[in-house]
């Protein structure tokens, strides 16, 4: 998997949740309490909820499990506190990464996050020594089918949005995080779907990965972080060609 292509990220994602349904809506209904605590239990009033609600149906979230909870949330139910936290850390070869948490414990999160680094050749790192390497940002990926370039660069720039790219896979739109909510407003007003919308770390520069050995390894501290029950998220910056990354994971 090519840290740095979000496009690749978000088809391997969809490939492994049916065999992780259970995490995938244990991380959804975290999400959806910090979402519902922060912009209220609203979805038209509240776009980051809308969108965790859209994920949710896409995933066959069961109704009660969602409407929980948006009432932990809102306080109506009682429950855990959560808190975010993002991890720093590097990987084999010198891959930098950043693993987003929704935690109750701190320390449970950063003994097995630490625990995951140092199995597999790497290690965490002090706040601030990982993350001047990524744009924390905004990001939304959407399809050619939605629309031409002309067309999104007119909504979600007029939005707020900071960029769009074009790539042959399709489009990328990236804006600052307070316009967040008012870019995905604009979007889904101007009916144009999105494959992924999220608040990411985007690597502002890539570490080449040439050795079949390293890509096996850092997949697999891709797949071992993303098995954490408290890990919502894992950003990284390495940079491989398609054919090394299909061989790679083909011979787990």
Not at 36 to 51: I, V
Not at 73 to 80: A, D, I, R, W
Not at 170 to 191: I, M, P, S, T, W
């Amino acid at each position: 998997m090519a840290g740095h292509n979000k496009w690749s990220k978000v088809k391997r994602i969809k490939a492994v949740t049916d065999a992780r349904k259970g995490k995938v809506f244990s991380r959804l209904s975290r999400d959806i309490t910090l979402a519902a605590k922060a912009g209220g239990g609203d979805p038209d009033a509240n776009a980051r909820l809308r969108t965790l609600l859209l994920k949710a149906r896409d995933a066959n979230m069961p109704a009660d499990n969602v409407e929980r909870a948006i009432k932990k949330g809102t306080g109506e139910l009682p429950g855990v506190v959560f808190e975010e936290l993002a991890y720093e850390g590097y990987g084999p070869g010198g891959v930098a990464f950043v693993v987003k948490v929704t935690t109750d414990n701190k320390t449970r999160s950063a003994q097995e996050v630490r625990s995951a680094f140092s199995k597999l050749g790497g290690n965490l790192a002090q706040s601030g020594s990982v993350a001047f390497q990524f744009l924390h940002a905004g990001q939304f990926l959407i399809t050619k089918e939605q629309a031409t370039e002309d067309q999104l660069m007119e909504v979600a720039l007029e939005a707020g949005a900071d960029d769009v790219i074009t790539s042959d896979e399709g489009y990328e739109v990236r804006c600052d995080l307070h316009q967040f909510d008012k870019v995905l407003h604009a979007l889904e007003a101007a009916g144009i779907k999105t494959e992924s919308a999220e608040i990411s770390y985007i690597p502002t520069s890539t570490i080449p990965v040439t050795d079949a050995q390293v890509a096996k390894t850092l997949l697999k501290l891709h797949d071992v972080l993303e098995d954490l029950d408290d890990v919502q998220a894992v950003f990284s910056n390495e940079e491989m060609d398609d054919a090394l990354s299909a061989a790679t994971a083909g011979g787990e």
